[in-house]
């Protein structure tokens, strides 16, 4: 099944993202050339453009247009840091829970932030991560499945995805969006807080070599967050 229409829209302008056709700072083209260029309504592109806006790539500006968001962090493998290393450097010990780890076919958010198609094999990881037995950061992960194989395999309450990714693929380069949320009924259990907590949800997708790998959402409570990691999470 074909992706829809205003996905098939966001996915074309994230790939001009991607591969450097659209630099930060940009302009994209115009919702009128959008809609004729796809046969679509100006909704479909709206919806697509409010997609990107919300999620980090895009800014809008009234009566200007939409132009790139300068976004991209391209980091030096040392600087996409282990959760267990952090917690462990601020001599605490670090402990897993894996809630989930599955085979699953992406669906069409994933796939659009994989850049797969929909269906294709993945592998979805639910993690909770500890320091001293406190939970510290909910990490949820796909992971293409036909490039990475192995995931599935991995027994990650003795490592982290994040070690396990560097070990079979170095991580060159990331991209991330951090924004301050409240967590769901589920994510508040799993992280032992009330639903009302101010939690910060880091957006994170990584690269090898120029190939997309893996996107991760880490959600962590405010307050722990600012005791534990002045830089990233992950």
């Not at 630099?23 to 697509?48: H, W, Y």
């Not at 993945?122 to 500890?130: G, T």
Request: aromatic share 6%; hydrophobic share 40%; glycine share 6%.
């Amino acid at each position: 099944m074909a992706p829809a229409l205003y996905l098939q829209i966001k996915q074309h302008i994230l790939d001009g993202i991607r591969e450097r056709h659209y630099q930060a700072g940009d302009k994209i083209p115009t919702e009128a050339a959008l809609c004729d260029q796809f046969g679509v309504s100006r909704m479909t592109v709206n919806k697509a453009l409010r997609e990107l806006t919300a999620e980090g790539w895009l800014v809008r500006t009234a009566g200007s247009g939409s132009f790139v968001a300068d976004r991209r962090t391209e980091s030096p493998l040392l600087e996409i840091r282990n959760i267990a290393d952090e917690i462990t450097e601020r001599g605490a010990r670090h402990g897993s829970r894996v809630i989930r780890l599955e085979r699953q076919k992406a669906d069409e958010k994933v796939a659009v932030q994989l850049g797969l198609r929909v269906g294709a094999p993945i592998f979805h990881s639910l993690i909770v991560h500890q320091a001293d037995d406190e939970p510290l950061q909910l990490e949820e992960r796909f992971v293409d499945a036909e490039r990475l194989p192995g995931y599935g395999e991995q027994d990650f309450t003795t490592l982290t995805p994040n070690h396990y990714l560097m070990q079979v693929c170095p991580l060159s380069e990331m991209e991330h969006v951090v924004e301050a949320v409240q967590p769901s009924a589920g994510e508040a259990a799993l992280l032992q807080v009330r639903v009302d907590t101010p939690c910060l949800l880091l957006h994170r997708r990584t690269w090898s070599d120029g190939v997309l790998v893996s996107y991760a959402r880490l959600l962590s409570p405010g307050s722990r967050y600012k005791l534990r990691s002045k830089t990233r999470i992950g």
